[in-house]
Nanobody, 121 residues
Framework: QVQLVESGGGLVQPGGSLRLSCAAS????????MSWYRQAPGNERDFVAS???????YYADSVKGRSTISRDNAKNTMILQMNSLKPGDTAVYYC???????????????WGQGTQVTVSS
């Protein structure tokens, strides 16, 4: 069994910062690409940022320059540091990862349960 658990969401004022964490646990052999997505009420789930197993990073235009994604392969964790937050960043943020568990030598997609980020004064 594999689990992804997000943490670090909350209420922050415009211009503030948040650090979102994602921790993977279970019988994990290897994790491929890890990503953050977000979903605002009434909207589809949108891509925010991703990081490959080799450390290459990709960002949505909406967060580029304000966010940094990182990972610790030894600890199976991922971080999204978000700065200069705007009300438009308000959403539920989801962790996503391609996980090879029990040495099956192929990846299975996993989602976390999400963490709420609210940017408001």
């Amino acid at each position: 069994q594999v689990q992804l658990v997000e943490s670090g969401g909350g209420l922050v004022q415009p211009g503030g910062s948040l650090r979102l964490s994602c921790a993977a646990s279970g019988s994990i052999f290897r994790i491929g690409t890890m990503s953050w997505y977000r979903q605002a009420p009434g909207n589809e789930r949108d891509f925010v940022a991703s990081i490959t197993i080799g450390g290459s990073t990709y960002y949505a235009d909406s967060v580029k320059g304000r966010s940094t994604i990182s990972r610790d392969n030894a600890k199976n964790t991922m971080i999204l540091q978000m700065n200069s937050l705007k009300p438009g960043d308000t959403a539920v943020y989801y962790c996503y990862a391609d996980i090879d568990y029990n040495r099956r030598y192929y990846y299975v997609p996993y989602w976390g349960q999400g963490t709420q980020v609210t940017v408001s004064s």
